[in-house]
């Protein structure tokens, strides 16, 4: 099955939600299936299959830039066109939080099916 987990701060392990969703996608390929991350370019300590990854540009947000860092999280720019690619033929697209991003993707995976 391909699967594809859209997050934000996908390649960082800062916070539960990005822990969890590197887990889980770990667990799933284990199992066989082609899980595929959409998120945040990740840095040099990134330690999954990057030919599975999907990395976006870094969004700044000037004032709440430090609280939102502090907290271990990232926003990134969207790209339709990257999202595209990465959510064609898969089977199934699961976003972990409610932001731009995500909704981009259900836009773009509802188009697909």
């Known amino acids: ?3 594809v987990f859209v997050l934000e701060c996908a390649a960082m392990m800062t916070n ?14 284990k199992k066989g299936h082609e899980v595929t991350l959409v998120g945040i370019k ?3 300590d990134y330690q999954y299959p990057l ?9 700044v947000f000037p004032i ?14 969207v790209d339709d066109a990257l999202l595209a690619k ?3 033929g898969a089977d199934l697209v699961h976003t972990f939080l409610p932001f ?3 909704r981009h993707a259900r836009l773009i995976a509802n188009a697909y099916h």
């Open 1 to 3: 099955m391909k699967i």
């Open 16 to 29: 539960g939600t990005s822990a969890s969703c590197l887990r889980f996608a770990d667990g799933l390929r």
């Open 42 to 44: 990740p840095g040099p």
């Open 51 to 59: 030919e599975y990854y999907v990395g976006l540009e870094h969004f």
């Open 64 to 77: 709440f830039e430090g609280i939102i860092k502090k907290e271990g999280f990232n926003f990134v720019k």
């Open 86 to 88: 990465a959510i064609k």
């Open 100 to 102: 731009k991003l995500a």
